[in-house]
C-alpha cells in the first residue's frame, strides 16, 4: 500500500522543539522530493520546506528558515522536520507530500502522495 504517515505532533509550549516524522510505504523516497507543509485553522496551505530526492538539497521558505530542518534517512524511508524555537503562530496541521519534482513539490503542485497530517499545537 503506497502511502504517507507523518507522526510526531502534538503539544509544545513557546520556545520548544518537536520533530515531524514522515514515513513513506509502497514507494522510495530515492526517487522522489519530499516537502512539508502546514495548514492553519482559516489559513492557506503554507509550504514550509522541501528536500530533493537526488541530491539531497533542502529549501525553506522564510518563515521557518533558521528555525526548521528537513532530513532524509534513507534506510528508513523516512523524512524528519526538526522545528526549534516554535512559536503559537506555528500551530496548525502539518502534512508531508511526495512528488518526482522537487521544484514543483516545493510549490505545491505535482504531488503523487500527501500524507493525512499531523496536529502541532505551541501553547503555554
Known amino acids: 500500500q503506497v502511502q504517507l504517515v507523518e507522526s510526531g505532533g502534538g503539544l509544545v509550549q513557546p520556545g520548544g522543539s518537536l520533530r515531524l516524522s514522515c514515513a513513506a510505504s509502497?514507494?522510495?523516497?530515492?526517487?522522489?522530493?519530499i516537502a512539508w507543509f502546514r495548514q492553519a485553522p482559516g489559513k492557506e496551505r503554507e509550504g514550509l520546506s522541501c528536500?530533493?530526492?537526488?541530491?539531497?538539497?533542502?529549501y525553506y521558505a522564510d518563515s521557518v528558515k533558521g528555525r526548521f530542518t528537513i532530513s532524509k534517512d534513507n534506510a528508513k524511508n523516512t523524512v524528519y522536520l526538526q522545528m526549534n524555537s516554535l512559536e503559537p503562530e506555528d500551530t496548525a496541521v502539518y502534512y508531508c507530500?511526495?512528488?518526482?519534482?522537487?521544484?514543483?513539490?516545493?510549490?505545491?503542485?505535482?504531488?503523487?502522495?500527501w500524507g493525512k497530517g499531523t496536529r502541532l499545537t505551541v501553547s503555554s
Open positions: 507530500a511526495a512528488g518526482v519534482s522537487v521544484a514543483h513539490v516545493r510549490e505545491g503542485y505535482g504531488i503523487d502522495y
Open positions: 528536500i530533493s530526492s537526488s541530491d539531497g538539497n533542502t
Open positions: 509502497g514507494f522510495s523516497l530515492n526517487f522522489y522530493a
